[in-house]
Structures are given as structure tokens and as C-alpha cells.
């Protein structure tokens, strides 16, 4: 799950049915690489409190230790134990795929978008409320492909409490996952492809409506935008939470602990009751509106550096 880049995805493309004029590509361009910047930035700034979300989520069979206590307990101890690294650990793979993250969902918005448009309406006017949130959930579903290895390098690495938090694990974890079960084997670099287009699908179709009905109502002022993408991104994330629980435990655990996603949602059912499907959402939440602070105020300088 990233921050999405705060401009609105439909005011470049909307209603484009022909090849993009110079200008138009050079905006475009102009975005992708302010959102990739801007979204990497993000993450670097609110990495603690994402290691914090997948160790609270992880079993203790993974962390090979007992629960923490919560959040404070778990920070306190990772300092002790791993040092100020180990709070970044596992940022390397979505600081590098972030740009290619928001160019598939933005283009991918934009395609079903046009799809969607009725032809006999106004190519200006703006596409209704249920187009937006279908285009969001098919964006959802496509940047699932590029979410899923991502997320599962950085999680293997969020969840090693002996490795030293460094660029070189993360690619040694990648090239291992490659090696030993292939590029697309069922343990492969895109394992839990099934439940990461389940969590994205939904949660991407409510961040864009979300961020659409509040910014059509407020106007696309900085603030109204600010606001718009902070509660989306809490929303879009609340929508799906246990999802992303059961994916954390189903990516991390060991070959042959569950039968599938099905004994997995069980089985962490049994042994924690439903409570377990809330374990890090304060740090979730926690880190949706800085993130997007930090986001939109460096997507907005990078922009107008490029334009002048």
C-alpha cells in the first residue's frame, strides 16, 4: 500500500481519446516523476511505524520471540535490540518501485476512465462517482502486480530481527526468493498475488472516490486536497485492515504452516480471536496523515521546480 501522489488522476487525461499533445506528455511526465520522488520521500520519513504495523501483525513463530506489548513496547525494543536501523529496515523495495507503483495506478485510473466515459457526454465534464470508484478498483488490481514482490521483500526483511537493515539483504532476499522457487513459483516473488489484489482492489476504489466526492465539494485548493488525500488514505486503509493481517502471516510464514489463505484466516482466528485483526491499525493510522504531509508537500515543491 502506498501514498498516492495528491493530484487529482483525472485532470490531465480526462476525456483523452486521441494521442497525448507535447504538453500533455510533458505534464504527465512531470507528475510521475514528482509522485515517485514525493512518494519515496514518504516512506523513508514513516518507515518506523510500518516496520512497527508488520512486526505487531507477524506470529511469534515468524519474529521468533513473543508479542510485543504494542506499539511503544515494540519500538523500545527494536532500539535496544537492532538499533535506530532497524526501524528502517525493509525500505530499500518500495523507495526503488514507487514511481513504477503510481505510474501503473495513475495510468491504469486513466484508461478505464476513458473506458468507462460515455461518448455522447462532454469529454470535460467529470467522470460520475461510480466510474471513479470502478476505475480506482481496476488501478487497485493492476498495481497489485508490482505491490506484491515489493511487499514481500520488505516484509521478509521487516520480520528478520537478525539482519542488519541494509539495501544488500533486501536484494539478497529477493534473488533467494528467485533461486529457490523460481520467478513465479507459488513461493516465488509473487507470493499472496491472490490476497494483495483482494486488500488493493476495494481500499484503491474507496481512496479515489473518497478523494473525488470530498475535493468535488471543497474545491481543489491545497488544503481541500491536503485534507482529501489524508482521510482517503486512513479510509482506504480501515477499509481492508484484517486483510492485510492475513497477508502479512500468509507471506511471512515458513512453507507448510497453513494449508492455504482460507486455514491461515482460520487458524489466526483461533489462536488470538478477533482482536488480532486490529494488531498494528494505531500504528496505521498513526502514519497515514504525516505520510501524506510529508507526500504532498514534496510532490508540490518537486512539481513547480520541474515547471519553472
Not at 39 to 57: C, E, F, K, S, Y
Not at 90 to 102: C, D, H, K, L
Not at 148 to 174: D, F, H, R
Not at 175 to 194: A, C, K, M, N, Q
Request: proline share 5%.
Amino acid at each position: 500500500h502506498y501514498q498516492r501522489v495528491p493530484q487529482a488522476p483525472s485532470t490531465n487525461l480526462r476525456g483523452a481519446t486521441a494521442p497525448l499533445e507535447p504538453r500533455h506528455v510533458m505534464s504527465l511526465a512531470t507528475e510521475l516523476v514528482a509522485g515517485g520522488f514525493a512518494g519515496a520521500v514518504g516512506i523513508m520519513a514513516t518507515q518506523p511505524l510500518d516496520t512497527i504495523r508488520i512486526r505487531l501483525q507477524s506470529t511469534t513463530a515468524v519474529l521468533g520471540r513473543d508479542s510485543y506489548g504494542g506499539i511503544m513496547d515494540c519500538a523500545k525494543s527494536m532500539l535496544r535490540h537492532e538499533g535506530v536501523r532497524g526501524l528502517w529496515k525493509g525500505y530499500a523495495s518500495p523507495t526503488f518501485t514507487v514511481g513504477a507503483m503510481n505510474a501503473m495506478l495513475f495510468l491504469t485510473y486513466e484508461a478505464t476512465i476513458r473506458y468507462l466515459r460515455d461518448p455522447a457526454k462532454d469529454p470535460n465534464e467529470d467522470p460520475d462517482l461510480r466510474s471513479v470508484f470502478l476505475a480506482g478498483c481496476v488501478a487497485g488490481s493492476g498495481s497489485s502486480f508490482i505491490n506484491t514482490p515489493t511487499e514481500l521483500v520488505k516484509c521478509l526483511a521487516q520480520t528478520n530481527l537478525k539482519n542488519k537493515g541494509t539495501l544488500m539483504e533486501e536484494w539478497q532476499i529477493a534473488r533467494r526468493l528467485v533461486r529457490e522457487h523460481g520467478f513465479f513459483g507459488t513461493r516465488g516473488p509473487w507470493r499472496g498475488i491472490e490476497i494483495t489484489i483482494i486488500r488493493d482492489t476495494p481500499s484503491q476504489g474507496l481512496y479515489f472516490l473518497l478523494y473525488e466526492s470530498i475535493t468535488r465539494t471543497f474545491g481543489k485548493s491545497e488544503f481541500s486536497t491536503f485534507l482529501a488525500g489524508g482521510i482517503s488514505g486512513a479510509a482506504a486503509w480501515a477499509s481492508t485492515y484484517p486483510i492485510d493481517v492475513i497477508k502479512t502471516r500468509w507471506t511471512t510464514s515458513a512453507c507448510g504452516v497453513y494449508g492455504g489463505l482460507t486455514d491461515c484466516l482460520v487458524t489466526t482466528m483461533q489462536q488470538g480471536g478477533w482482536r488480532v485483526f486490529l494488531n498494528g491499525f494505531g500504528a496505521t493510522m498513526a502514519r497515514a496523515l504525516p505520510q501524506h504531509a510529508v507526500v504532498f508537500s514534496t510532490y508540490e515543491l518537486i512539481k513547480s521546480t520541474l515547471n519553472e
